[in-house]
């Protein structure tokens, strides 16, 4: 079963930016697709950002688009969030998530998801 830690989490300004990272132990992150969520105080958690097992293929919530990049190094058994031009909406704790699927499966539900980290918090500052 593989465990996940997030990392690269912090206080940053609005217009800054982040990078998160997400370890993989246990098993072999090509194995999964992957995928980054948010929770921010009151609301639901939601899909930010995911990536399929191989071929690179990613989907993102509208509000990340062209400011976010998911990407994945599985010979260092890491996924990432850039995350640029941050704003104080973005304020949330995130969270990595992986599930097995075909190669190019890209899923965005959490109940998609069967293994989860324990978050990072994200702070940006207005």
């Known amino acids: 079963q593989v465990q996940l830690v997030e990392s690269g989490g912090g206080l940053v300004q609005a217009g800054g930016s982040l990078r998160l990272s997400c370890a993989a132990s246990g098993g072999t992150l090509s194995t999964y697709a992957m995928g980054w969520f948010r929770q921010a105080p009151g609301k639901d958690r939601e899909f930010v950002a995911a990536i399929s097992r191989n071929f690179g293929k990613t989907s993102y919530t509208d509000s990340v688009k ?61």
Do not use: H
């Not at 949330?92 to 190019?104: E, I, K, L, M, R």
């Not at 499966?105 to 702070?123: A, C, E, I, L, N």
């Open 66 to 126: 062209g400011r976010f990049t998911i990407s994945r190094d599985n010979a260092k058994n890491t996924m990432y969030l850039q995350m640029n031009v941050l704003r104080p909406e973005d304020t949330a704790v995130y969270y990595c998530a992986a599930t097995y699927g075909s190669g190019n499966y890209v899923p965005f539900r959490s109940t998609d998801f069967d293994y989860w980290g324990q978050g990072t918090q994200v702070t940006v500052s207005s």
